[in-house]
């Protein structure tokens, strides 16, 4: 029997598992409020933070590092790769460090993998981070040749939907066209043409609709006035549009129970920002239809916001026309870790070497 320990940092919460093979002995999620992350002056100044939760977890599933067989950590800003498990090497520790895409939580899952698993004498993996890259050709090219969209997005919550709905229907991911939509802190909506993503809002920097804690695509001049007003800063505005935006910026949380709350209770701005939100997934979902050239097999809504009705209500009223919308709430991103980790550790699956 394997021991893995699996982390998932997140922009709002810290979520850890502790597996042995396939069945999860202790998972816990906590989250992190705007203000008590407003303490770290950046994402890697939370790794000691981050860490500490982490052992405090294994401590008290009373499981020690010498039991741990593999540490597999959610896959941040590195370098664009294929979609897969890879090794954390000194490369990617530097890259992480020194040539960052962005700034996010999720680059602090290999850091705190590498870290733990360095401790425990076991090697630390990572799988389909944020970066997978599987964009077609022609999505990559904008107005401007100075500018390229880039692939930054959910890779392995909507990887690992995708994936169980079609193992639910008896079917393969790879024969498959499907729409996968992540609802967190930011909300990613990919095209999945026969297992690949072949567009995909960067769910980062300004694309898609705005969330909780994004500001979402943004109208490209006034972004340029505002950037040139001299009232803010360049690292100020990356925050706005990152991790200040949507809910954040409207209400001052980051938090969207307590903005549905607000809402439900009769809140008009509440309601009014809300529905403008689901209003916003769901011409994006339109968008990666056309995408799919109208070929869509279903349309799936998952991530923790996935677990309020309105909104997906709200969403499926919108796009059902286009095919059937399966919800699958939550982010069953601990236990697609685990089982990549497992995968390695039985050698049934050769991780990637990250160069």
């Known amino acids: 029997m394997y021991t893995i320990l699996a982390i998932n940092p997140g922009s709002t919460s810290t979520k850890v598992a502790i597996y042995q093979d396939t069945k999860a002995v202790r998972e816990i999620t906590l989250r992190h409020s705007t203000e008590e992350l407003a ?12 860490k500490n939760i982490i052992l405090d977890a294994m401590r008290e599933a009373g499981i020690e590092l010498s ?7 959610r896959g941040g800003l590195i370098k664009p790769v294929k979609s897969g498990v890879y090794e954390v090497n000194e490369a990617m520790i530097d890259d992480i460090y020194n040539r960052p895409l962005g700034h996010h939580a999720s680059n602090l899952g290999a850091l705190l993998a590498y870290d733990i698993a360095k401790a425990a004498g076991a090697k630390a993996y990572m799988a389909d981070p944020v970066v997978v890259d599987e964009l077609q050709d022609v999505a990559r090219i904008t107005g401007h040749p100075d500018i390229e969209r880039v692939s930054i997005f959910h890779a392995l919550n909507q990887k690992a939907m995708a994936r169980a709905y079609a193992d639910k229907q008896g079917k393969r991911y790879e024969d498959l066209n499907l729409i996968v939509v992540h609802l967190g802190g ?8 026969k297992g690949e993503v072949i567009d995909v809002n960067n769910a980062l920097e300004g694309e898609g609709p705005f969330s909780p804690e994004r500001a979402g695509g943004l109208p490209a001049y006034a ?6 007003s001299g009232n803010y800063t360049l690292q100020q505005i990356n925050k706005f549009i990152t991790s200040r935006g949507g809910f954040v910026a ?4 980051n938090s969207a129970m307590e903005v549905a709350n607000r809402a439900e209770a009769g809140d008009k701005r509440a309601i009014l ?11 994006e979902v339109g968008k990666m239809a056309a995408v799919l050239k109208g070929k869509v097999d279903a349309i799936i809504l998952t991530g923790g916001i996935a677990h309020d009705k309105y909104v997906c209500q709200y969403i499926s009223e919108m796009v059902s026309f286009i095919a059937p919308v399966v919800v699958m709430p939550g982010e069953n991103e601990l236990e697609a870790l685990a089982g990549n980790a497992l995968r390695v550790l ?4 050769t991780p990637k070497i990250y160069k």
């Open 39 to 50: 303490a770290f002056a950046g994402i890697l100044d939370q790794f000691d933070f981050r």
């Open 67 to 73: 039991d741990i067989d593999a540490v597999i950590g």
């Open 186 to 193: 930011g909300i990613s909506v990919g095209a999945h043409c």
């Open 223 to 228: 972004v340029a006035k505002w950037a040139l």
């Open 250 to 253: 409207h209400f001052g949380t």
């Open 273 to 283: 920002v809300q529905d403008a939100m689901c209003y916003n997934i769901g011409k």
């Open 346 to 349: 039985e050698g049934t699956l």
